[in-house]
């Protein structure tokens, strides 16, 4: 295989039905700092419990990893004990919960490969060559740290109990963080398959 195809798009469509619940799950942020204050944590909570369901149980044109099932259920268990408890926080700790999780899911890959991305590479392109496993492992170490970081912001918006900053952030301030990683990774990755050099 050329070293230059590592990393391509795929040619299937796109699920709507996955589409559509990972755009309500990236909502779910905004929804609950406005739905905090006049609906409660409960009706968010079952909301963001219902999507994670769903996104798990419907079927999907593509095959996610099971380490990021894992992470939903994980999310969904975390979210379901503290709600027990304080729902409200609950509510709010859901940003939290999936940085954790993913970082958690994402470093496990690294310990044992195959890492994360290259998973997620091989779901278009399964005869991956050793190029793109080291890039996608240089990537999946990126991703890690984003996740880290991703988190520490999320629960200090959690401390400080404010529910604007707290949606600024985890409703549209994160996700242009990683849209801007997502963006940079896809520049670096054409100079890399471009350059036809060592990953």
Known sequence: MSSTRFMSFSDKRPDPWATALTVAMLLIPMATAIGLRWIGPWPIIVVLVGC?????????AVPVP????ICLIAVATAVLL?????PDLAARLYPVFMSVTMLIAF????VRPPSMIER????VEPDLDDRGVRYTRKV???????????????LWTVQ???LFYWGLYNGLVSYLLAGLLFAVEFVVRQRVRARGGPA
Request: hydrophobic fraction near 65%; proline fraction near 2%.
């Open 66 to 69: 099971l380490a990021m099932t």
């Open 120 to 123: 997620f590479a091989r779901i």
């Open 140 to 154: 999946t170490y990126v991703w890690v740290g984003f996740f880290a970081l991703n988190g520490l912001i999320a």
């Open 107 to 110: 470093a496990l890959t690294l």
């Open 160 to 162: 400080q109990g404010d």
């Open 82 to 86: 503290v709600g027990a408890v304080a």
């Open 52 to 60: 994670i369901a769903a996104r798990i149980l419907l079927p999907r």
